[in-house]
């Protein structure tokens, strides 16, 4: 089982849509939290380690977490600039699943 972790600032919206979204799909475990430290949820080591594949929200996110966390091992994946980008092949084949567009 993949455990895949989503991230977005406050994880208000975007991160916890994506964990929802993505919790039924068989073979993926999902979890959500913000980079700021008011975050509903916010992201922690633990949770870092947790996980197998990260997927940011913005390049801002992929940058901040990489500043904070700089011997982060898990793969980091951005589904794009704004909140509404679709999860490319790459990401999805890093997921185990074939994308359809």
Do not use: Y
């Not at 600032?9 to 979204?21: G, I, K």
């Not at 633990?46 to 500043?67: G, Y």
């Amino acid at each position: 089982m993949k455990r895949v972790l989503f991230i977005c600032s406050q994880n208000r919206l975007r991160s916890p849509t994506a964990e929802q979204v993505f919790a039924d799909w068989p073979g993926i475990e999902t979890s959500s939290a913000g980079l700021n430290h008011d975050a509903e949820n916010p992201l922690t080591p633990d949770l870092l380690r947790w996980a197998d594949i990260v997927f940011v929200m913005e390049q801002a996110h992929r940058r901040k977490l990489s500043s904070r966390f700089r011997n982060l091992k898990v793969p980091i994946l951005c589904s794009g600039p704004a909140p509404t980008a679709r999860i490319n092949s790459a990401q999805g084949n890093a997921l185990g699943c074939r994308i359809k567009h």
